[in-house]
């Protein structure tokens, strides 16, 4: 069989045949009460529903990290400490410059 | 008088749903044809361009105006169908044995004289629909845009969203695909 011959054959039985465009009865009317059915949204209702949507994960992130602090393992930094050492962190620069002023 | 496009998108989107009808109607004939270059059952057809609708409705901000509609809702069409094809890749590996027997009527009419079988007989459009069946999703869209449709490596690109390169590969791809299933057709029944 020639194989490039076929090809071309059954393409173009393919053009031949275009598919109709008939449209099913009252298509347009099925469509038509789907979409009223689901108004298009506003731009601030599509924001509003993605931040809502988000705000989901983030509490959920909230009440891990809350719950890490409060049953975390014992050796770790208190509430007090994790302020002194929160406070050290920001200060150290400064505290390094008065450092070296008292030695000049 | 009536109202142009452009006219009738904008009253969409202030929410005028109704406007929407007329668009509905004019393109629904051009989606149909399109839906069911890729799907067999009517109900398939219909549920693709009902998704297509709705998809252009939800997405209609997204229109900018620059090109016509009817591009864009074409864009639209393509890549539904495409999804559709994607995932529907069942029963790929179908043997040809079991032809129907006006399409093996068709094939021994084609052997024995390959003019003597004509282009426009229903035999010769299941079997290319059969052959367009067992290719994958991206190989079946390239070969239908590309050859059937007589598209150009740019329109396809637009339309699909893909890069011309990858349309090019894509397109060598999907001819070498369809080679191996005729020849496996000429296998299994002439060999």
Known sequence: MNLAEFERKLIAAARANPPSERVPYSFEKRIMAHLRAHPLPDECSQWAGALWRASVPCVAIMLLLSAWAFLGPPGAATGADLAQEFDN??????????TADSAW | ??????????????????????????????????????????????????????????????????????????????????????????????????????????????????????????????????????????????ITLLEIEDRSVKEIAKLTGWSMPLVKVRAFRARAEMRKILARIATDKYL
């Open chain 1, 89 to 98: 962190t920001v200060m150290a620069a400064v505290d390094q410059d008065s």
């Open chain 2, 1 to 142: 008088m009536e109202r142009t496009e452009a006219e009738l998108i904008a009253a969409v989107l202030r929410g005028d749903a109704g406007s929407f009808e007329p668009l509905v109607e004019k393109y629904s004939p051009r989606v149909f044809a399109t839906a069911r270059r890729y799907a067999r059952r009517e109900s398939e057809v219909e549920d693709i361009v009902q998704e297509v609708w709705l998809k252009a409705y939800q997405k209609l901000r997204s229109f900018r105006g620059e090109a016509p509609f009817e591009h864009w809702l074409m864009r639209l069409a393509v890549r539904t169908c495409y999804d559709f094809l994607r995932r529907h890749q069942r029963n790929r590996e179908a043997t040809f044995s079991e032809l129907s027997e006006p399409e093996q009527d068709w094939l021994e009419r084609f052997v024995a004289q390959p003019d003597g079988a004509s282009e426009t007989a229903e035999a010769a459009r299941q079997l290319v629909r059969r052959v367009l069946e067992q290719l994958p999703a991206p190989a079946r869209l390239i």
